[in-house]
């Protein structure tokens, strides 16, 4: 029997407590539904030299060249599968991620995330001069994957520092990622389908991994090889909408003309409803009734979490969500949404309930996936003198769960479909056990 390595790390830590327990196991459960290796073995295999996924089959043989071209935070693990699959099939091709692997045929370079830089922009440019050498006998494949609109960088008419403020501008007056990832395809001269131009008339097979709530292809890495809905005037609007429109910002209109998505070919190969339902799964088999709540949550972290405990939920019930909140960023603290979800929510917590939210990816804009918290960590929160309202206030909920304990730990996963959100209630009488 195969022993598989937990993807959450310090469960023994954070355990103690059945109903905690229980939380953790379901978590985990969904982190292994999304790894990538196992998500794209599970949809495309190689059959009689052909490239197979849902109902399509392309012959290998038809193309001269087959260029790969990997994306966001999972492009080092899909494209260990695919030059497992494809082997000497690959011409060439550039991986772009958070992190470097080793290939045969193809360059692999770390860059930075969330917010573009040099090394990001000069990536880009190798995966232009791919793109752009690719003819109507080549065969491109991608693997797009959330993080991929602030690695895959090319910035039009100003500087990537440029791009970085505006983006930072942006998260922090708690604009969603379609908000952003709008103003980022009208600022760039790769996102919004400007890649579909860059490689027409090739044939192009980009499989994609969302991390957006919804599951809007064309938001999903700011839609590089998706036709784009919105327009400059839609951009302004958001800049306007955050009293940025005093900028003076070039906008460039995206591809309209469908001819250069004639052959493109995009299929969405993950998001966090197969998590969540393998999620739901496993808190059915632990005797909870379980509800997905909701795929595609947004709303400000704090206010979320809060609202989210103080429902009055039935005893032995699990209820779950995914999506990706924002945070509006006031202080000079550490820590990611998921993070100030629950710190949000632990001074509201009912007894004999958990709460949980955590990052896909395992990087809740710092070393940890998110955090996990009771009413008992709340108590020991104000035996050692923590204020939960100073620690939001200065957007510090990475520090205050450092002291208290409560803290994820996955490392990077290699995934990204967004945020899990937890709250599970267990039966009465575990109020009594406890007392």
Known sequence: MENKIPVIKNVDDLATSQLREDALSILEVGYESILTDRLIRSKISIKD?????????????NYKNIYFIAIGKCAVDSAIVFEDLLG???TSGVVLDVKKGDFKNMISEEGTHPFPSGINVAVTKSIVDILKQADKNDLVITLISGGGSSLMCLPYKMTWEEQKEISDQLMNKGATITELNTVRKHTSMIKGGQFAKLVYPATVVSFLLSDVPGDDLSVIASGPTVMDKTTEKDALNILKKYGMDNLKIDLIETPKK??????????????NQVA??????RAEELGYDTYIE???????ARILGQKFVSVGYSPKSCHLWGGETTVKVLGKGEGGRNQEFVLGALP???????????ASDGWDNSDVAGAIADMGLYDKSLDIGLDTLLFLDNNDAYNFFKQSG???????????V???YLVIKGVEEAILEEE
């Not at 909701?294 to 400000?300: I, N, P, Q, S, V």
């Open 49 to 61: 030299n052909s490239i197979c996924f849902a109902e399509h089959k392309i012959c290998l043989d």
């Open 88 to 90: 000497d099939k690959i």
């Open 258 to 271: 469908g001819k250069y998505f004639e052959n493109i070919t995009n299929i969405l190969l993950g998001s």
């Open 276 to 281: 969540l339902e393998e999620m739901k799964k």
């Open 294 to 300: 909701d795929t595609k949550l947004e709303g400000e």
């Open 348 to 358: 509201h917590i009912p007894y004999n309930t958990v709460v949980a939210a955590c």
């Open 406 to 416: 409560g803290h994820i730990k996955t490392e990077r996963t290699g995934s990204n």
């Open 418 to 420: 967004a945020d899990f």
